[in-house]
């Protein structure tokens, strides 16, 4: 079984600040790609940022230079650092990766369980 958790959504006013982490853990033989996505109330999920295992990263375009993906490969975690947020930014964020199960060798999408983040004053 292969898990990944969330953390660090809350409640922020305008132009504030906040990181998310999460965390995989189970069967896990490795972790290939791993990124964030949101979703806003009545809006369809959409592409935050994503980071390969060297590290190279793709944003969105509308949220370059404030956002910042970044992934620790022996702890197993990807962090999305979100700054000047803005209250469209209102959503939540599931993160997710694509891991190869140590059980059966497959590679599959797996998805947090997601993490409010509320910005408002």
């Known amino acids: 079984q292969v898990q990944l958790v969330e953390s660090g959504g809350g409640l922020v006013q305008p132009g504030g600040s906040l990181r998310l982490s999460c965390a995989a853990s189970?069967?896990?033989?490795?972790?290939?790609?791993m990124g964030w996505y949101r979703q806003a109330p009545g809006k369809q999920r959409e592409l935050v940022a994503q980071i390969t295992t060297n590290g190279s990263t793709n944003y969105t375009d509308s949220l370059k230079g404030r956002f910042t993906i970044s992934r620790d490969n022996a702890k197993k975690m990807v962090y999305l650092q979100m700054n000047s947020l803005k209250p469209e930014d209102t959503a939540v964020y599931y993160c997710?990766?694509?891991?190869?199960?140590?059980?059966?060798?497959?590679?599959?999408?797996?998805w947090g369980q997601g993490t409010q983040v509320t910005v408002s004053s």
């Open positions: 997710n990766a694509r891991i190869r199960n140590s059980r059966n060798w497959r590679s599959d999408d797996y």
């Open positions: 189970g069967s896990i033989l490795s972790i290939n790609q």
